[in-house]
């Protein structure tokens, strides 16, 4: 190594050093000009109260509304609301058939529609003071609860599946009923059919 080089790695060598030194330097001033910003800060802190008022909003409508609704009713009795008869024999077979044990509550018998089903048929009985098949149930929308409540839908229509035999007494009788889905109508078919709140 020559003189020269020795000389310029020694100035190299303390260039490094001194350029580390001024960047910690210069780290360390920065950090003392934070920290006397701080102090000055908290020296000449102030405290402002602040008085707040929290309003809630109660709203004083007689809303006694319990979803899900309770509601009952007649769906069908002994006769012949459109093409066949349906015997009270067949009717208190069919409050007997396990299928029949529960069934969707929809809108105009539009039970294709998953929004137009509107709760459901819970159980039902045969009641031989009517001839006639009384059932029991829940409606979980809010909208069609109120109109029951308020009396604005008091029917109910049924979808029966059957088979069919012809009889001298009665023609066309409906046997081994089956219930798909009960409708909250405007007019039903059977005129015995009726639609209230279960107290």
């Known amino acids: 190594m020559t003189r020269t080089s020795e000389v ?17 330097l210069e780290k360390l001033s920065r950090l003392k000009i ?9 020296e000449n802190a102030s405290t402002e109260v602040f008085n707040v008022d929290i ?10 509304l319990v979803l899900p ?15 066949k008869f349906y015997t009270r024999r067949e009717l208190e077979k069919a409050a007997n058939n396990p299928i029949n044990l529960s069934f969707p509550l929809a809108l105009d018998h539009k ?3 998953a929004d137009k089903i509107i709760g459901m048929v819970d159980r039902i009985e ?13 409606i979980n929308s809010e909208l069609h609860a109120r ?19 012809y009889t001298n007494e009665n023609g066309l009788e409906g ?14 078919a059977c005129l015995e059919n009726k639609l209230e709140v279960d107290e």
Request: with cysteine; hydrophobic share 35%; charged share 30%.
């Open 8 to 24: 310029l790695a020694k100035t190299n060598d303390y260039l490094r050093l001194m350029r580390f030194k001024y960047t910690d």
């Open 34 to 42: 934070l920290s006397d910003y701080y102090n000055t800060m908290r």
């Open 55 to 64: 309003e809630c909003a109660e709203q004083l409508s007689k809303d006694d």
């Open 69 to 83: 609704l309770k509601v009952r009713g007649i769906f069908l009795t002994e006769g012949r609301p459109k093409k």
């Open 111 to 113: 039970d294709n529609e």
């Open 126 to 138: 045969y009641d031989s003071s009517i001839n006639g098949l009384r059932w029991w149930g829940h």
């Open 147 to 165: 109109n029951v409540i308020d009396g604005a839908i008091k029917e109910v229509s049924v979808t029966v599946y059957s088979t069919s035999e």
């Open 175 to 188: 046997l081994d009923l089956t219930f798909k889905e009960l409708s909250l109508v405007w007019e039903g």
